[in-house]
């Protein structure tokens, strides 16, 4: 068994980290982009999904869009702000958990991790549902498999991330430059053109639309401008994976990685700035529901590329790239989240140490299944999933910023050194203004697409949440059943021990196991063997009279051929006889090679020992002999 | 865990038989049928192929089916006789592997067992594909998914046999009244209408048929016939399934037991005999490639009957029924066989001793995968099956009567008392009559079907003879490093006992665990944990010492946060100092109550469990703490 078993950990699962290296600082060209990739690659669809909701007024308000850009990304200078505070406060990775879980209880908590789990299926589904609507703009053979596309690149992501593969690698923190630079070149190109005269114009800038909302009063404005602005504040959903960054680096360099960070968000926003602005300069126009339409970023690029040039294929290429990276930070953020709450006992004790990958496998691949889930039932749309991505992210913030509240208004009411109340209190406007403004997102997109898409979270999170409470019960049940009670100090020692060694046939096995039973001077010791064969029986028992063994044997019947129930039953009538004993079933068993040849070895064994564990007062002491060429390999 | 097993085990594998029970008679009425079924179903199809193999010369030559029939009939009354002597010879069930396993080697036994193994999947697959084709010529709206409804025939005989339903019960015995009592009244009404001056005229009556061997000389003449005697020995593939029900029956009424089982068989045969000749009647015409064409045995119920009668209905389901039993013999002798062969070491072990029916579940289904990939393969055409068919079972009958041949030649050697020298040699001719008669059916169908079909037999047969050779020589070495040498008696017990508590936390499964360590009075005790988590052991151990335990607690480092690797190595480690010591790991266990709470408790200790058992010089004992709910249960 170990050895396939070995070999697939080894394909599958790959090389363990040891925890020093686990916790290592990293070297920064390599750590900054992959932690900004979660944010770099929404500029990929921000600027469209935008542009799908002011297209729902006509065309006659994409004037707006520049405005919303600005508020966007005054947005995001808030939730940064906001959030480097929470993670300071809170250092050791649980975030927006950690922060709702102190200030405002288990309930917030938990319901706080279920949101984050969404957002990692969201955070998958979207990327990936985004890097298929790329690829197929830039092949349009594809367009008839989008599905299979879409499930092709989550296997993509998934395998490596199963095997557990140190995702700061160099291999996931190309991508963020590659399209930085593509971008960048798209973006000089375009503007460039347009100064020399010759601005391009996008193959949907004559697109006929209707509009859905016609003639708008002032208040219909407004909130065409904040549904923009809170689908528009899917670009901050990498807010979190920037800001959790931080801890990453180096003690004495916090203050400059921090920097760095904010730079990287500095520069996401400026892109996305200005890939608005060259959308709005071509003239682009999206709506919501139309099969034809090209990804926005791959319009621009065909506008100021052309269709043929090289420079489209390349855009095209490294969007899909980076949106593949940002849906492995969900998978890559999965363990240490898994971590926090098994150590709480919300998930399963074995995934809290961290020492095998193996266990976060079943977790990955239900994130996995969600989000194909999701990608299908939403028809491959990254529009469709975007109300939900937004939901998941912002109700994680909203409770985890509420947190802070609790936690500035708790510092305030303490003890303060002259200067740290006033600190409290501009920490306390920022939680404050940031849970506001994420409440109003939330509650915008909520009240619009509520009935289209949003109540799958309304369902979901609840349903996580609820199982979650359920094992952090019965957790709570079996600690105060196993907690040992203050007046007992070491259990008391039974009073006497009556070994059995369990015997089929006549041989070593059964000798080592008859003596290991002797050495370790039981007050009773029998052989017990199960006569399912007369014939064989018969024999076992004259080799048994004719080697003069120092054991009695002793014959159980089983007029039903099995093993089991008899040696159960036999245990029980010892049992109820001198209910203070101590049984020891000894059991010889074999080792082999090959799980193959494991194969041809009784499986009775196991099924008896499962049946032995259930019973009060019984252990089972496993005496196993190596087959050869396995003793000769191993010594 | 029990309780899903135990669930899955009574819906799938029924109620368990003992040993006496098994062994039981049976009553007359309800055995003859099942044990008949498999010869009466054969009416269904025989004459059929039989007018297959003769219309390939041409419609003219169908005037030799009468005599064709005639010739199977004899053959039977060859095949019965010579099977029944050998069934008195060897009546432990064995059948034709026993004959030639004693009498001609293991080589030869392992063949017939593997014929035998070729031919349940074949009874399997001719069984099934019959019915299905009864089946589509009575509900034509079936033809488009004939390979649906044969999986799902399949489906409908292998899942109570998976049970280990009773076989014999009335369920299965009613089938062959029903199937009798059709084509009794078929055969009455359709020679009676002939007799009244309205004959029946079979719709296939004016078929055109091509003859593919025209102007056929003497000899092809012979081999023409031959060819059709040779499939007509489909009849006889029931042979051994009647004859070995021999012994199921009371000694004192073996004889009447004997007498009426030849009568089954003389009612298949004429059976058999007047279908042949109702179809020469009815000028039926059947060739081997139409797919129009209704079952033989459906168009003389329409021609004798019409289409639209109930008579026609009835004879339809009551054929499909008596192939479902036909094909159910299979499933139900895998089981004594694979008990058998396990007994000789051929196949693993635990198919011994019929304790437990799921063991056979895995052979039955490798046997419903073989059949189903074989009547895929052959278009649910019994007409192509068929040849397959005849090469397993003839191939069987040809080994165990040489077999036989063998035996009466060592009889006759022997010390003989007056009388049985004559007696033995009828028997050696009849023996060896058998065995030529099979032998020359095998080798007509072997080269006119090599090609098309037969040749996937004498790969299949060598490749699971090949499998339980290589089963058996791994027993042989594994028997041979188990043997306890003749001058060794009970073992050399180990020097000193050095006993190890795994400790994760401080509980009560814990001191339960230091309890029983105790009691066995070991040299060396000590109590070890795996620092996974600094926190966690500092506490740990903080809290061993305040409750001052007699036994000292090691602390192991897992800088991979590991726990299998550090305590093997320490096991090694203590091996390596003191090679004749023996080190007995207690590793406190958690019982819960449900699978689904299993699995929240930590699944390292199987991983553990698993490694320490490849360590030589290592016992495992697991010290269970069943959790509380199920303890109330169980008490």
């Known amino acids: 068994m170990p050895g396939i078993g070995e070999l697939g950990k080894r394909i599958l699962v790959g090389r363990k980290l040891a925890t020093a290296r686990l916790q290592q600082p990293l070297p920064k060209r390599v750590a900054l982009p992959v932690l900004a990739s979660d944010s770099l690659s929404s500029v990929a669809y921000t600027t469209q999904e935008i542009l799908v909701v002011l297209t729902l007024g006509g065309v006659s308000y994409l004037y707006l869009a520049p405005w919303v850009a600005v508020t966007v990304v005054a947005a995001m200078v808030l939730l940064v702000s906001a959030y480097r505070r929470l993670v300071h406060a809170y250092p050791h990775g649980g975030g927006d958990f950690d922060a709702a879980f102190r200030n405002l209880g288990a309930g917030a908590g938990l319901t706080t991790a279920g949101l984050v789990l969404a957002d990692f299926v969201l955070t998958v589904a979207v990327s990936i549902a985004a890097a298929t609507q790329v690829l197929v703009s830039g092949f349009p053979d594809l367009d008839e498999a989008r599905l299979a596309v879409a499930g092709g690149l989550l296997l993509v992501v998934l395998v490596p991330n199963i095997r557990g593969i140190r995702q700061r690698g160099p291999f996931f923190a190309a991508p963020a430059y590659l399209f930085i630079a593509g971008i960048v070149i798209m973006l000089i190109w375009g503007f460039g053109s347009a100064a020399a005269g010759s ?26 401008f904040a549904r923009a602005v809170a689908v528009g504040s899917v670009a901050l959903t990498g807010a979190r994976a920037i800001a959790s960054g931080v801890p990453s680096f180096n003690k004495p360099r916090r203050e400059n990685a921090a920097t760095t960070l904010a730079m990287m968000a500095a520069v996401s926003m400026a892109m996305f700035a200005a890939v608005t602005a060259l959308a709005v300069l071509t003239d682009l126009r999206y709506v919501a529901d139309g099969a034809e339409q090209r990804a926005a970023i791959a319009q621009l690029a065909a506008a100021v590329f052309g269709d043929d040039s090289p420079m489209f294929g390349y855009v095209i290429v490294a969007t899909a790239l980076i949106l593949l990276v940002a849906a492995s930070t969900a998978f890559y953020g999965y363990p240490a989240l898994a971590s926090i709450l098994a150590k709480h006992r919300y998930l399963p004790r074995q995934l809290y140490a961290r020492g095998d990958q193996r266990a976060y496998a079943g977790g990955m691949l239900l994130i996995a299944l969600a989000a194909v889930a999701l990608i299908a039932a939403f028809d491959v749309s990254v529009t469709r999933l975007v109300p939900l991505y937004i939901v998941a992210v912002f109700g994680t913030h909203v409770l985890g910023q509420t947190g802070m509240v609790r936690h500035w208004l708790r510092i305030l009411s303490g003890r303060l050194r002259p200067g740290e109340g006033g600190q409290a209190v501009r920490r306390l406007v920022l939680s404050g203004t940031a849970a506001l403004f994420c409440a109003a997102v939330v509650a915008v997109v909520v009240v619009t697409e509520f009935v289209a898409s949003v109540w799958v979270v309304f369902v979901a999170v609840p349903l996580v949440v609820g199982v979650m409470a359920v094992i952090h019960r019965y957790y ?11 007046d007992k100090s070491a259990g008391l020692l039974p009073s006497r021990v009556h070994a059995i060694v369990l015997v089929s046939r006549l041989h070593r096995p059964t000798l080592r196991a008859l003596a290991y039973a002797r050495v370790g001077r039981p007050d009773v010791l029998e052989a017990v063997t199960v006569s399912v ?48 004993d101590l049984v020891t079933v000894y059991i010889p068993e074999y080792v082999a090679r090959h799980w193959w040849e494991q194969l041809l070895h009784n499986k009775s064994t196991i099924r008896l020992k499962g049946r032995l564990a259930l019973t009060r007062g019984v252990v089972v002491t496993s005496v196993p002999w190596q087959l050869e060429s396995r003793r000769s390999q191993r010594g």
Chains 1, 2 share one sequence.
């Open 476 to 486: 709570l049940r079996v600690n105060a059943e196993l907690a040992v009670p203050q």
């Open 533 to 580: 064969n007369e014939d064989d029986t018969r024999e076992l028992v004259d080799e048994w009279d004719r080697r003069d063994l120092p054991v009695p044997l002793k014959v159980l019947d089983s007029p039903y051929r099995e093993i089991t129930r008899p040696v159960i039953e036999y245990v029980r009538a010892i049992r109820r006889a001198s209910p203070r």
């Open 199 to 224: 601005a391009p114009v996008a193959e949907s800038a004559q697109l006929a639309v209707t509009a859905e909302l016609s003639d708008l009063t002032a208040v219909g404005l407004v909130f065409l």
